[in-house]
Nanobody
């Protein structure tokens, strides 16, 4: 059973940068969708960025466009979320998810689409 494992969370000052990593251990299809979600206290989990690992097709939530960049290293089965210009609204638990197949416009941010979830990594932003 494949399992995503996140790392890289921490505490940063507003305006700072942080890079999260997600490695998928175990056996997984070579071409799949992996997305980053986040959940702040009292709020619903939301999709932040998603990518099809085969062709590199990437999606971003409007709230992070221009500030976050998602990438993937196929050899390492690891995805990255580079975050810059962080603000208080970005503070949350960040989760990595891997789908059963590739994503489309209507699935990259849909929680129910993903079968594999990591435990999350906390991002704190201080002013």
């Amino acid at each position: 059973q494949a399992q995503p494992v996140e790392s890289g969370g921490g505490s940063v000052q507003a305006g700072g940068s942080l890079t999260l990593s997600c490695v998928v251990s175990g056996v997984i299809h070579s071409d799949y969708c992996t997305s980053w979600f986040r959940q702040a206290p009292g709020k619903e989990r939301e999709g932040v960025a998603g990518m099809n690992t085969g062709n590199g097709r990437t999606w971003y939530a409007d709230s992070v466009k221009g500030r976050f960049t998602m990438s993937h290293d196929r050899a390492k089965k690891t995805s990255y979320l580079q975050m810059s210009g962080l603000n208080a609204e970005d503070a949350a638990m960040y989760y990595c998810a891997a789908g059963p197949s590739i994503c489309h416009d209507d699935s990259w941010s849909r929680i129910s689409y993903f079968r594999l979830w990591g435990q999350g990594t906390q991002v704190t932003v201080s002013s």
